[in-house]
């Protein structure tokens, strides 16, 4: 199924292919949206519903966690960001800041352990990590990089392909 609104450069979190979020973004502005997904076994082709607004619109943000305990951080409006905010599956709340903040980061990890790894404008290999509570920053990235993916745990993330000053595939 398509999304209610098509939009670019946006977040998303999901543990599965049964449920998973699709947040913010930019529609050609930035977005406050959340689409849910839901592949039940009542819905033949699964389909897209609107969940919580974001309390800051942005888009170029990461993303972790699971549909009914999101995390997402930074991103851009434009400008970099640093507001993180989590989800419980109806509605987001504003919580501590990156420390830095920061567009085109990727995500790993849970709601309450979770990690924020690179950074796009300018292009860093910033790490920080989550408790739940507050952001810290870790061991920075062997390449500064933005963009790419990653997925994972937050003691046992990957990071893959991005941009430095030219697209990579470290």
């Given amino acids: 199924g398509d ?14 292919a049964s449920s998973a979020l699709a947040v913010g973004g930019i529609t050609p502005s930035a977005s406050a949206l959340t689409e849910e997904w839901d592949f039940s076994s009542t819905l033949a082709a699964g389909a897209w519903a609107s969940g919580g607004t974001l309390n800051q619109a942005r888009d170029a943000l990461l993303g972790a ?7 997402v951080a930074g991103g851009r409006v434009p400008g970099a960001r640093d507001e993180t905010e989590t989800y419980d599956g109806s ?5 501590g800041d990156l420390t830095t903040a920061g567009e085109y980061r990727r995500g790993a990890g849970t709601q309450t352990a979770a990690l924020a790894i690179g950074n796009g404008n300018p292009t860093s290999g910033i790490h920080e990590s989550w408790n739940g509570t507050a952001w810290t920053e870790v061991a920075d990235l062997n390449t500064g990089r933005s963009g790419g993916t990653s997925g994972g745990t937050s003691t046992a993330a990957f990071m893959g392909g991005g941009i430095t000053t030219a697209n990579v595939a470290v």
Avoid: D, K, M, P
């Fill in 91 to 95: 509605s987001w709340t504003e919580v």
């Fill in 65 to 71: 966690g699971t549909q009914t305990a999101a995390i």
């Fill in 3 to 16: 999304l209610g609104t098509a939009r670019g450069y946006l977040g998303g979190n999901g543990a599965s």
